[in-house]
């Protein structure tokens, strides 16, 4: 079945450390992203990135960076510049806009605790 | 700068009752989406709406879009226990510019 990977579910950071986060989509979707989430709060974006070698800041890319070196992947790194990295990840990925659109696909999800 | 406001926040409701929940956002799309998530859980893609008029419903939940008022509702019927979760409401641009913003999200308890 086609769908997104999100991984690790549970990550532990300690302080000053880079971590990256894995998320890997079979769906054939040019488009992903990366959102956010703390608790009780919606989903803020972080980048995305809409084909392959391109990507843009979201919201709230400082303290992360990301690579599009393949359509399949798009991971996350938490560099030791986020001050506050401990939330809820969530990975997504669409497909080209005028092809049947019916909106994002989510992934299941990392969290991320500074320990 | 795209904004997403949910109202009410927090939702107790008991089993039985009709209830809705109000999504409002300050730009102009025509495209609005609501997702249920579950605590510790990813989102679960409820409805995706994509013209001024469109009404969609999916057992006790109905949603609908007016784009004129940039208003979306989501509304209960008769509300069993297992909807209680959060649900939030998004927003994307027109095409070229497809990126989710979210509102707070409300969260619904059903009472028994």
């Known amino acids: 079945d086609g769908g997104i990977t999100q991984s690790p579910k549970y990550l532990f950071r300690k302080e000053g450390q880079n971590v990256t986060l894995s998320c890997e989509q079979n769906l054939n979707h040019d488009a992903m992203y990366w959102y956010r989430q703390d608790p009780g709060q919606g989903l803020r974006l972080i980048y995305y990135?809409?084909?392959?070698?391109?990507?843009q800041k979201g919201d709230i890319a400082e303290g992360y960076s990301v690579s599009r070196e393949k359509k399949e992947s798009f991971p996350l790194t938490v560099t030791s510049a986020q001050k506050n990295p401990t939330a809820f990840y969530l990975c997504?990925?669409?497909?080209?806009?005028?092809?049947?659109?019916?909106?994002?696909?989510f992934g299941s999800g990392t969290r991320l605790t500074v320990v | 700068e795209l904004k997403v406001e949910q109202n009410p926040l927090f939702l107790s409701m008991q089993e039985g009752k009709n209830y809705t929940i109000y999504c409002n956002y300050s730009?102009?799309?025509?495209?609005l989406y609501w997702y249920r998530q579950d605590p510790g859980k990813s989102l679960e893609s409820l409805f995706v709406l994509l013209s001024n008029g469109a009404v969609k419903q999916e057992g006790r939940l109905m949603a609908s879009l007016d784009t004129k008022a940039r208003l979306s509702t989501l509304h209960i019927t008769a509300a069993v226990h297992d909807l209680s979760a959060t649900y939030f409401c998004?927003?994307?641009?027109?095409?070229?510019?497809?990126?989710?913003?979210f509102g707070t999200g409300t969260r619904l308890t059903i009472i028994p």
């Open positions: 998004a927003v994307d641009m027109n095409f070229g510019n497809e990126k989710l913003t």
């Open positions: 990135s809409q084909i392959v070698n391109d990507f």
């Open positions: 997504a990925s669409s497909i080209p806009p005028g092809q049947g659109w019916d909106g994002y696909t």
């Open positions: 730009t102009t799309s025509d495209r």
